[in-house]
């Protein structure tokens, strides 16, 4: 039942029943660890609402830079801090005390 019950709500939002939004695009975030593609339709709806902002975190939050710097070079207006991006680049990196 709880199958059904995402299916139709991404149909909904596929076929824009449900407005875009972003306090929808953020629930639909936190419903990610149970549905999956619900963070796709997040950052689309995101892409869809002019946020690149927001993309870019979510992007960087799941450990995306590459999608996150392509984001970033597609709206250079956008003021990312340059640390955002080590700290989530060194979260990548294995820890210095397994790497030995």
């Known amino acids: 039942m709880r199958t059904r019950r ?3 709500l991404h149909q909904f939002l596929q076929y824009h ?3 875009d939004s972003q306090p929808v695009a953020f629930q639909l975030l936190s419903l990610e660890p149970t549905y ?3 963070g796709q339709l997040a ?3 995101l892409k869809r609402l002019s946020s690149p902002d927001e993309v870019v975190e979510v ?3 799941r450990h995306a830079l ?3 710097l392509r984001v970033l070079r597609a709206h250079p207006q956008l003021r990312v801090s340059p640390l955002r991006f080590l700290e989530t680049a060194a979260a990548l990196l294995p820890s210095a005390a ?3």
Do not use: I, Q, R
């Open 36 to 38: 999956p593609p619900a």
């Open 6 to 8: 995402f299916a139709l």
């Open 66 to 68: 590459l999608p996150a």
């Open 59 to 61: 992007l960087l939050t």
């Open 43 to 45: 950052l689309d709806m």
């Open 17 to 19: 029943v449900l407005a």
């Open 98 to 100: 397994g790497a030995s």
